[in-house]
């Protein structure tokens, strides 16, 4: 079963991305935007994603780095979300095996 800190914490993740991306929106909402700042805008969850993320390209837990490599191979191939699920799939289960 999962532990109650890790649900709260994926669930608190999961509402943080969803916030930024429509805080701007909403800051905005009376506004033209240019195709620029539309642009900006949906990849403010990217942003928060990587952030989460760079710690890891200095771990020293192989797991960690083997599924930051298939991340990154999924990232030049698929979009946003298949790469997340990607990543978070292969590193749970190399963390498992390892």
């Given at each position: 079963m999962i532990d109650v800190h890790t649900l709260a914490t994926i669930l608190l993740m999961a509402l943080t991305t969803y916030?930024?991306?429509i805080a701007g929106y909403l800051a905005l909402r009376n506004?033209?935007?240019?195709?620029?700042?539309k642009a900006v805008?949906?990849?403010v969850p990217g942003c928060v994603l990587i952030s989460v993320i760079a710690p890891r390209f200095v771990s020293d837990q192989p797991a960690?780095?083997?599924?930051?490599?298939?991340?990154?191979?999924a990232?030049?191939?698929?979009?946003?979300?298949?790469?997340?699920?990607?990543g978070v799939a292969s590193t749970g289960l190399l963390r498992h095996l390892m």
């Open positions: 916030l930024t991306r506004r033209t935007l240019s195709p620029r700042m805008l949906e990849n960690d780095l083997l599924g930051l490599a298939i991340t990154l191979l990232a030049t191939r698929l979009g946003l979300l298949p790469t997340v699920l990607i």
